[in-house]
């Protein structure tokens, strides 16, 4: 007894003696309020000897959930009217905070904000957010060696540690493709992330994109539209509904603006479109950060690693572990992007890369750099061998995580940081039919059963695998017509 509690002791004063360091959270979003909360969980906070603050631009938590009117350039979010999640809610949550029993599967974009309202006063976070304050530039001082935080107005204050967290959907990506430009500049085509309502939308209308937005606007414009034309890559051509709505493979020219001409990859065309909605996804984009810290342009080819760390747009490269720069010009455990990667359960990822970034942060020896340097450019040569020498497409790939890929990745993060956590077997096989799942919920709701089927779900001392449980009831059952 008195040995451990004088370990306890020497460890707390050990702690106590440490000099007082400073963190920076850049975006009060899903991510930003998981990092919060974990630096908040950790010993060295609670002992007073780390502080955090975050900085949010806007004036409320909840970043892309947080709705806004589409009258900025670019929109301050993509939220549209309608939106729900893509993935169901137990797969999506924070593992420190589920979503209230009861909550149906796919919620909301109000359920979410909601949500994270009610999680960040769980845990008290909003003290330690600085709203409506913009970051405008982040430089590592080397004779400090600390990171100056310029933000709106000129303030400038100095941090040991930057979790970058603001966000990878604001800033829309318009596609290069051939007369494009000239369609844009008569007014002709908006990118969804100005997309609202799909009575906005009449006339014959092109939607581009097969990601969810892409599914969504061409569905919720089909009673609205005369015509929908859904382009995807490599999808095969189909008509439906009488032609009122058409499949077709990817744009490869804009004609004639006036005429609303497009040519597709299989060489036909279509005439008389009024308006195009490009549902083509976001840039990566960090406007605070700049050379020498940030180049912004594509890496060079790999190998060697580039010595210094590149903003594509589609990728930042190279970072170790997908969160630490491998640069020497500062210390890459001093700097994190915490919620790069896509087609993933952000909120889980953003606590769990959160703690990595803690990790290292108070022992830098832990990340051992020449491993990192190796899994790089492993993954590299398996892009390149794929995509070949187009860099773009190597860039593009980067972070776009398999439904394998984002588990073994957090399980890994969980190894790292000592944890004995494992993300269960029936969440990677649940994720795997959330599509599948949503169809079902979405039936669910059209014969008017949703609310009895979910009555009392959650509310038990597992919630976690009730609601695993009524998953699999929900894709088990095959004619909702008869089932109870």
């Known amino acids: 007894m008195g040995s451990s509690s004088s370990s306890k002791a020497n460890a707390t004063n050990a ?21 919060i909360k974990i630096v908040k969980d950790s010993p060295e906070f609670k002992a007073g000897r780390w502080t955090v603050t975050a900085f949010e631009a806007r ?29 169901p809610h137990p797969l999506m949550s924070y593992t420190s905070y589920p979503f209230p029993p009861e909550t149906p599967l796919y919620p909301p974009a109000s359920t979410v904000l909601a949500y994270l309202h009610d999680y960040a006063k769980e845990f008290d976070l909003l003290p330690h957010i600085r709203f409506n304050t913009h970051v405008e530039r982040v430089h590592w001082d080397t004779a400090q ?12 204050s100095q941090f040991d540690l930057v979790l970058v967290a603001n966000g990878h959907y604001r800033v829309p990506r318009i ?74 493979g990817r744009v490869t020219e804009y004609l004639d603006a006036e005429e609303g001409k497009v040519v ?35 890496p060079p080819r790999v190998p060697p690693l580039p010595e210094a760390l590149y903003d ?17 010009s500062y210390p890459p455990s001093s700097i994190a992007f915490i919620g790069l990667p896509l087609r993933v359960a952000p909120l889980p990822l953003a606590e769990i890369q959160t703690q990595a970034a803690l990790k290292v942060f108070s022992d830098p020896s832990s990340l051992d750099a ?28 980067w972070f776009r995580f398999g439904f394998k890929e984002q588990f073994d990745y957090r399980d890994e993060l969980y190894e790292f940081v000592g944890t004995e956590y494992r993300i269960p077997q029936w969440e990677r096989e649940l994720f795997e039919q959330k599509d599948l799942l949503r169809e079902k919920c979405r039936e669910l ?19 976690m695998q009730e609601w695993a449980d009524f998953m699999w009831k929900v894709l088990k059952t095959g004619d909702l017509e008869s089932a109870a």
């Open 312 to 328: 594509s747009t589609y990728h930042i490269f190279p970072l170790g572990k997908h969160l630490f720069p491998l640069v020497k």
């Open 59 to 87: 004036d409320k938590i909840g970043g892309i959930w947080n709705p806004a009117p589409p009258d900025a350039d670019p929109p301050l979010t993509a939220l549209y009217d309608s939106l729900t999640t893509n993935t």
């Open 175 to 248: 596609p290069s493709t051939k007369g494009l430009d000239e369609w844009r500049a008569r007014g002709k085509v908006t990118h969804s992330a100005w997309y609202r309502r799909p009575e906005d939308y009449t006339g014959k209308v092109l939607v581009v994109g097969g990601g969810y937005s892409g599914m969504d606007v061409a569905s919720e414009t089909r009673p609205f539209a005369r015509v929908v034309i859904h382009s995807i890559t490599g999808v095969t051509p189909a008509d439906e509904d009488g032609g009122k709505f058409k499949k077709r």
């Open 370 to 397: 020449e491993r990192e340097t190796d899994a790089v450019r492993a993954r590299y040569e398996q892009f390149r061998a794929a995509k070949g020498d187009d860099e773009v497409a190597i860039a593009d790939a």
């Open 264 to 298: 597709f990859q299989d060489g036909t065309t279509e005439s008389g479109i009024d308006h195009v909605v490009l549902a083509t996804g976001y840039q990566f984009n960090f406007p605070f950060l700049s050379e020498p810290e940030v180049v912004h342009d594509l």
């Open 145 to 156: 060696q600390k990171w100056n935080v310029t933000v709106q107005g000129g303030e400038q």
């Open 445 to 463: 709701e059209r014969k008017g059963r949703a609310e009895a089927w979910l009555r009392g779900v959650g509310a038990g001392p597992d919630p």
């Open 15 to 35: 702690l106590e003696q440490r000099p007082e360091k400073h963190i920076c959270v850049i975006g009060a979003g899903p991510t930003g309020l998981g990092a």
